[in-house]
């Protein structure tokens, strides 16, 4: 007898906003039999409980294998193969209540107000290390015969080229994009979150404290 396979495909970090997970508040399932599909989103994964002597409103996080997945679908369903086309170690978050939209954009503001001067003083720092001044007043003075004031072509053309590399290098303008492509900001914390998830799973494996098979 042909046994019913169900294919499971879970994402590295999982958020959830409510203390019972289910299976299909984290995976994307599939299988030819429908009705297996639906009896198994229901599956309950894992429950957080506020903590003790903390804020029911506090981020949590914990670790999971993917073999305690398929070891919940095979007690819920004996005799089903598990497929998994996903992550073998993920990891489920949870936020009681998202953040206030407010206080986002009051996040956003702030840091946008430290980017800003934080990247004019870096190229404050650069523009004096290299000493780009000097350099406009000789190249000014050997081309015209005359001293510079400071306030040149030079300087005007140098300025706009360098607001109009920044936007071409983040790939925005505003809130509206140049290209399809994404930006390198966007990238880097890619790249960050992903090696944040990594660091994240390797700690708790070594604490013992993810959920896994026995």
Same mark, same amino acid.
């Given at each position: 007898?042909?046994?019913?396979?169900?294919? $499971?495909?879970?994402?590295?970090? @999982? $958020?959830?906003?409510?203390?019972?997970?289910?299976?299909?508040?984290?995976?994307?399932?599939?299988?030819?039999?429908?009705?297996? @599909?639906?009896?198994?989103?229901?599956? *309950?994964?894992?429950?957080?409980?506020?903590?003790? =002597?903390?804020?029911? &409103?506090?981020?949590?996080?914990?670790?999971?294998?993917?073999? *305690?997945?398929?070891?919940?679908?095979?007690?819920?369903?004996?005799?089903?193969?598990?497929?998994? #086309?996903?992550?073998?170690?993920?990891?489920?978050?949870?936020?009681? *209540?998202?953040?206030?939209?407010?206080?986002?954009?009051? *996040?956003?503001?702030?840091?946008?107000?430290?980017?800003?001067?934080?990247?004019?003083?870096? #190229?404050?720092?650069? &523009?004096?290390?290299?000493?780009?001044?000097?350099?406009?007043?000789?190249?000014?003075?050997? @081309?015209? =015969?005359?001293?510079?004031?400071?306030?040149?072509?030079?300087? @005007?053309?140098?300025?706009?080229?360098?607001?109009?590399?920044?936007?071409?290098?983040?790939?925005? #303008?505003?809130?509206?994009?140049?290209?399809?492509?994404?930006?390198?900001?966007?990238?880097?914390?890619?790249?960050?979150?992903?090696?944040?998830?990594?660091?994240?799973?390797?700690?708790?494996?070594?604490?013992?404290?993810?959920?896994?098979?026995?």
């Amino acid at each position: 007898m042909a046994r019913d396979t169900v294919y $499971l495909k879970i994402g590295r970090n @999982v $958020l959830v906003h409510t203390p019972a997970v289910t299976l299909k508040d984290i995976a994307k399932m599939t299988s030819t039999d429908s009705a297996l @599909v639906d009896r198994l989103k229901t599956l *309950k994964v894992h429950t957080f409980h506020a903590p003790r =002597g903390g804020s029911r &409103n506090r981020k949590q996080e914990q670790v999971f294998s993917v073999l *305690k997945i398929i070891e919940l679908i095979g007690r819920e369903c004996p005799g089903v193969e598990v497929q998994n #086309i996903g992550e073998p170690d993920f990891i489920i978050e949870y936020e009681p *209540k998202p953040e206030e939209k407010w206080i986002q954009y009051g *996040k956003t503001a702030v840091l946008c107000v430290l980017v800003f001067f934080g990247s004019a003083f870096t #190229i404050m720092t650069f &523009n004096n290390d290299v000493g780009v001044g000097e350099v406009f007043r000789d190249f000014y003075r050997q @081309v015209m =015969g005359t001293e510079s004031d400071g306030f040149t072509a030079l300087e @005007v053309c140098y300025s706009i080229g360098l607001f109009v590399g920044i936007m071409v290098f983040f790939n925005h #303008i505003g809130a509206k994009k140049v290209t399809h492509d994404l930006t390198p900001l966007q990238v880097e914390m890619r790249t960050y979150e992903k090696d944040s998830d990594s660091a994240f799973i390797e700690n708790c494996e070594r604490k013992g404290s993810g959920s896994d098979v026995d």
